[in-house]
């Protein structure tokens, strides 16, 4: 009640002065996208708060360009001082050439880069050259080496330039990049954390920015090995609460000043009473703090201007405002105080004296850990307050009592031959952890072995066992192994910030190798290739035939006795070719050979194809017949529920157990009875894969732990991938106050890598480690149609430069024939393709008369039968009684009609009728 006072009392202050001042308003103009809504609340409240009458012109939908000068001239007739761009992209070219064109200013408050040289154009956001020293500076304070470049696709990398030089220049970086495309950013992700990378610096827009942080969680990519530094001045607006016990390092910037700012407080207020949200100062957008300043800084340097008049311009006469190179003058010279502190320009209207905070996420929420200021990146770790150092003095004094499990490989009793005393009698991961620990902050330290990690034994009275029970009685000060921060133990006890990130997952026994299938030379190309390879021969089965007919060459004399044949035959019936087809991709050959130009070009570039097809398919042939596979009987905890013979389990008392308990899955909980009904959980890890490695069972285990086990029992696997996202942390009493030191510590060792190494040791190294070396699958790699599709491309453009060469041939042929006859060029073309069209008929008669008026068969046949019965009778003086002709069609025609009947159907099939 108290606060809607408050924020009426600020409203009420802030309208009177509008009010009174509303006969000199000036008008501004604002573009925004129709659904934009936010920012033209902000556009309007921050206009009217420094009285000016807001104008605004909405953009129906994003990439619209055609309605954008339309808006901007009827602005400009409405006599606007100037314009708030918050459309951006190609929209903000034309605004920039038509406020070149007036002379009006055009206040830009977005990232994109637009052609800053125009005279107009005055940009809030800060310059590209600002982030790229930035960058630099902040990646040689981390003393990253190589790191991965996130960026969307269709968006500038002039923030990045910098950095994607370094690569170049020396070989200190490496310096990889990937693009985000679509919607889903998981498959690049996924790339990304196969490929081992684990810095990562992202340019992509606050809109996009929560979706590609899941997806990374998704992925695993938020753990503690993975650091990144995000350029969006939004990111510690999102809700980070997720990401922040993950270990993850997350750098991140602040444009905004939010110290010492009451007007970021009253905006903020307004902001939430025009929209009915509940929104804090640090949870604008910075575009929408921008557009306050942008406003501000109208504002300002109108009070520098006296006797500003506003102007009614129209595009169509090139109008141009005579204040308004003044206005901008002023605009880029003044030097004002925003709600992003110094608002400073350069000549060409560019940001590029900015100050940052530079922010870090940690567990314990967001911190500013320096800034940026001047060209100088200042880094500071958070202040630590007096009356916490005396405290810590009290650590450096005290012995504490750390509990440890001798669980492999977080402690293990020493092996020895002669007696150990106190600390000595362990070793192991969680030992080296603690004396590090002990060594930055000075206290000392005694262990006890308690290997109950701790449930809730009453949950009515809230009496927890094991570990949890004794920190919360401080029977102990610290719990140290595989201990997983879970919700429940952490409403009885405090978590330090985690040292390790994990997820549950399958151990099973490697299963025994299959021979390959009956018709597993099949799998050799995949299926869609051998679709692709049978349609390609029937098609270039077609293509053969019709370029066989355009072909002039390949019309031939099948009688070669005869010198003057009046009629050709073609080889390219469909048989034929479909035989010269798959005669090569067998590596037979066949006995047709072509002889035009285009036929033989189609039939090399076949030639190489296959070449090409059957070199790939035998060298990977032999892989696909002898490699014997591991056919595992399931691969999710799914199938493996389906899977009736096989038996499943987890530790009895352990957070894996309980995941199932608590699971809302069907399947894991039906999974969890089954496992207490049938008594297949086992009291600890070194049981559970003793029983997975002996018969047929599924052991669910914390990843860290079956990658231990795989570095020394070769034959078992991970069967899957993670069922859900953890981490181990050092346990303590509720409110301990050793925790804040603890968790200090504890960040300096990762981030020197001091865990990295501790775990390298204790998994590869020690007892047993790195015995099964990297398990390597001999990979049987299917070839696609991406492998193939370069073959595939070549035969196809062969095919086209083929028919180009046989079309141009034919058009040459009915050229000389038009000519020869005297007849139109057209006639002889549509004469052609009617033929060739017919797609039947190998032979084609020689010799063509002039076309006749009236063109009849009969007519045709009248002209030209004295040439006919010429050359038949001498054929057939010659050839009836020595030559039979081999051409059924040719041979059936001659048999025995009159010549003059011949004559006739010589002239109609010269009809291609
Ligand atoms: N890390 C587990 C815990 O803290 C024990 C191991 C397991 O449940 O798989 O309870």
């Given at each position: 009640m108290l606060r809607m006072i408050v924020n009426l009392l600020f409203l009420i202050l802030m309208l009177v002065p509008c009010a009174i001042k509303g006969a000199e308003e000036l008008k501004i103009g604002g573009i925004f996208y129709q659904d934009d809504d936010d920012l033209k609340v902000v556009f309007t409240l921050s206009a009217k708060l420094y009285n000016f009458t807001p104008t605004i012109r909405e953009l129906?939908?994003?990439?619209?360009?055609?309605e954008v000068s339309k808006h901007v001239c009827s602005l400009a007739e409405e006599g606007v001082i100037g314009i708030l761009d918050g459309v951006g992209f190609q929209a903000s070219e034309i605004i920039q050439a038509l406020c070149d064109m007036m002379e009006l200013p055009h206040v830009f408050i977005r990232?994109?880069?637009?052609?800053?040289?125009?005279?107009?154009v005055l940009n809030l956001y800060p310059a590209p050259s600002v982030y790229n020293l930035m960058l630099e500076e902040l990646i040689l304070h981390k003393e990253w080496k190589n790191f991965t470049l996130i960026y969307l696709k269709g968006h500038s990398l002039l923030r990045l330039s910098s950095l994607l030089m370094i690569g170049n220049d020396t070989d200190k970086y490496a310096v990889s990049v990937r693009e985000l495309e679509g919607t889903d950013y998981r498959n690049v992700l996924v790339n990304a954390k196969e490929n081992g990378y684990t810095n990562f610096v992202v340019d992509c827009p606050s809109k996009h920015l929560e979706r590609l942080l899941r997806h990374a969680q998704q992925v695993g990519l938020?753990?503690?090995e993975h650091s990144y530094i995000i350029?969006?001045?939004?990111?510690?607006?999102?809700?980070m609460e997720r990401y922040r016990y993950g270990g993850v390092n997350m750098t991140g910037f602040r444009?905004?000043?939010?110290?010492?700012?009451y007007r970021l407080w009253n905006f903020t207020n307004l902001f939430n009473l025009e929209t009915g949200k509940n929104m804090q100062?640090?949870?604008?957008k910075t575009i929408a703090v921008l557009i306050h300043d942008a406003m501000l800084v109208f504002s300002a340097a109108l009070a520098k201007l006296t006797n500003t008049q506003p102007q009614e311009l129209y595009c169509e006469n090139y109008d141009t405002w005579m204040y308004g190179s003044s206005l901008l003058n002023f605009m880029k010279t003044n030097k004002v105080d925003g709600l992003t502190r110094a608002l400073v320009f350069d000549g060409l209207g560019q940001r590029s004296d900015v100050m940052f905070d530079v922010l870090e996420l940690t567990s314990s929420g967001n911190q500013t850990v320096g800034y940026w200021k001047s060209d100088r990146l200042i880094i500071e770790r958070p202040f630590v307050p007096d009356a916490e150092i005396i405290e810590e003095t009290v650590l450096r004094n005290k012995t504490l009592k750390v509990l440890i499990a001798t669980t492999p490989p977080y402690a293990y009793i020493k092996e020895s031959e002669v007696q150990l005393q106190g600390n000595d009698r362990y070793e192991g991961f969680t030992v080296d952890l603690i004396e590090k620990l002990s060594d930055i902050l000075g206290f000392g330290y005694e262990f006890e072995i308690e290997n109950d990690y701790g449930k809730i034994i009453d949950r009515e009275s809230g009496k927890w066992g094991g570990m949890v029970a004794k920190l919360m009685e401080e029977r102990a000060d610290l719990a140290l192994c595989d201990f997983t921060i879970t919700a429940d133990r952490q409403s009885a006890i405090d978590f330090s910030i985690p040292f390790m990130t994990l997820g549950i997952a399958i151990l099973y026994k490697e299963p025994s190798k299959q021979p390959p299938e009956m018709?597993?030379?099949?799998?050799?190309?995949?299926k869609e290739v051998w679709y692709y390879m049978v349609l390609i021969q029937l098609g270039l089965g077609m293509i053969m035939i019709f370029v066989g007919r355009i072909?002039?060459?390949?019309?031939?004399?099948?009688?070669?006795?005869?010198?003057?044949?009046?009629e050709l035959s073609n080889q390219f019936s469909f048989a034929n070719s479909v035989w010269l087809i798959i005669g090569s991709v067998m590596q037979q050959g066949s006995e047709i050979a072509p002889i035009a130009l285009a036929p033989r070009m189609i039939t090399s570039i076949w030639w190489f194809f296959t070449m090409v097809m059957v070199a790939s398919y035998v060298g990977i042939l032999v892989a696909f017949l002898t490699v014997e596979k591991?056919?595992?009987?399931?691969?999710?905890p799914e199938e493996l529920y389906e899977h009736k013979s096989i038996s499943y389990g987890a530790k009895t008392e352990g957070s894996t157990i309980g995941f199932f308990k608590g699971s809302r899955n069907e399947i894991y909980k039906k999974m969890y009875q089954k496992m207490i009904s049938r008594g297949?959980?086992?009291?600890d890890n070194e049981i559970g894969v003793a029983i997975a490695e002996n018969t047929t069972y599924a052991y669910f285990m914390e990843s860290t732990s079956i990658q231990y086990y795989r570095e020394r029992h070769c034959d078992l696997l991970q069967v899957g991938g993670l069922l859900d996202q953890k981490s181990y942390g050092i346990g303590m009493k509720k409110?301990?106050?050793y925790k804040i030191y603890i968790d200090d510590a504890l960040l300096k060792l990762k981030e020197s890598g001091e865990i990295q190494k501790l775990k390298t040791i204790w998994?590869?190294?020690?007892?047993?480690?790195?015995?099964?070396g990297e398990k390597r699958e001999v990979e049987q790699k299917q070839l696609g149609m991406k492998n193939m599709l370069g073959a595939f491309v070549v035969l196809g453009v062969g095919c086209l430069f083929g028919l180009l060469i046989s079309t141009l041939d034919m058009l040459w042929g009915v050229f000389k024939r038009s000519v020869k006859y005297n007849t139109s060029f057209k006639y002889e073309l549509v004469e052609e393709l009617k033929f060739v069209i017919k797609?039947?008929?190998?032979v084609k008669p020689v010799k063509r008369p002039p076309k006749t008026d009236d063109g009849s068969a009969e007519a045709l046949a009248e002209a030209e039968g004295k040439d006919e019965i010429k050359s038949l009778r001498s054929h057939y003086s010659i050839?009836?009684?020595?030559?039979?002709?081999?051409?059924h069609s040719h041979s059936s025609r001659h048999s025995s009609n009159g010549l003059n009947s011949l004559s006739i159907a010589f002239a109609k099939r010269r009809e291609y009728t």
């Open positions: 129906s939908q994003r990439g619209e360009t055609i990232h994109d880069i637009i052609d800053t040289k125009n005279w107009s938020m753990a503690d350029l969006s001045p939004d990111l510690f607006t999102l809700d444009l905004m000043n939010l110290t010492s700012n100062p640090e949870d604008l018709f597993s030379f099949m799998a050799v190309f995949s072909s002039h060459k390949e019309w031939q004399n099948i009688v070669p006795c005869i010198e003057q044949p009046e591991n056919v595992l009987p399931f691969n999710t297949w959980t086992v009291a409110n301990s106050p998994w590869q190294e020690r007892r047993g480690g790195g015995k099964c797609f039947s008929g190998e050839k009836s009684t020595s030559t039979q002709r081999t051409h």
